[in-house]
């Protein structure tokens, strides 16, 4: 049972490049989400899903756009990238809301 | 706006028992969880309180009080491998999709 997977898990893009962060989950959760972690900090939710078809905004949007054409997949895309950009970013799903499972993450730097 | 204070560092000796708290001022409130992350890792789910009172999870419990808008995790008898960072989250919504806000974290360090 291999939860939720997040590829890649490293990643350096110059400032202006775009790229899109994939993320999958075979417990077949209706509920998805996309964070982010910068050092030290907490974690900040930038887009959310509660099923195929459906994604609202969270804290933190701007400079992302997502996608859910299956219940398994999410992927987060950065257009622009810039140096605010560098952090960790965590995928997670929920059965019902409550406690999320989190992908491994991904280390994205912007120079 | 959302609010939530942990503090930011707690140290323990190993087999010692350590209480880290969270406070929060939200919008809405329909539960608290706690996640442990160590160093490099992901998140990984502990508890979650949605009533007062205490849930026990092995050596893990965890308290809310809506009252006071406080809640806390206890961790007992423990062991170096509980040296990570703990997050308090708390559900404001209570839409489908259930979003959580995090508090920066408490980085525990268990010492021998």
């Known amino acids: 049972n291999a939860g939720v997977t997040q590829t890649p898990k490293f990643r350096i893009l110059k400032i202006g490049q775009s790229m899109t962060l994939q993320c999958t989950q075979d417990?077949?959760?209706?509920?998805m989400y996309w964070y982010r972690q910068d050092p030290g900090m907490g974690l900040k939710l930038i887009y959310y899903?509660?099923?195929?078809?459906?994604?609202d905004k969270g804290e933190v949007p701007n400079g992302y756009n997502v996608s859910r054409s299956t219940t398994e997949d999410f992927p987060l895309r950065l257009e622009l990238a810039a140096p605010s950009q560098t952090s960790v970013y965590f995928c997670?799903?929920?059965?019902?809301?409550?406690?999320?499972?989190f992908g491994s993450g991904t280390r994205l730097t912007v120079v | 706006g959302q609010s939530l204070e942990q503090p930011s560092e707690v140290t323990a000796v190993e087999g010692a028992i350590v209480q880290i708290n969270c406070t929060y001022q939200?919008?809405?409130?329909?539960?608290l969880s706690w996640y442990q992350q160590h160093d490099g890792g992901a998140p990984t789910f502990l508890s979650y309180n949605g009533l007062d009172g205490l849930e026990e999870t092995g050596r893990f419990s965890s308290f809310l009080s809506r009252s006071d808008s406080y809640g806390y995790l206890l961790l007992q008898e423990l062991q170096m491998k509980d040296s990570a960072s703990y997050f308090c989250a708390v559900r404001s919504d209570n839409t489908n999709a259930g979003k959580s806000t995090f508090g920066d974290g408490t980085t525990l360090t268990v010492k021998p």
């Open positions: 417990m077949n959760h209706n509920y």
């Open positions: 939200t919008s809405g409130f329909y539960g």
């Open positions: 899903s509660v099923g195929a078809g459906i994604t």
């Open positions: 997670a799903s929920s059965s019902d809301g409550y406690g999320y499972t």
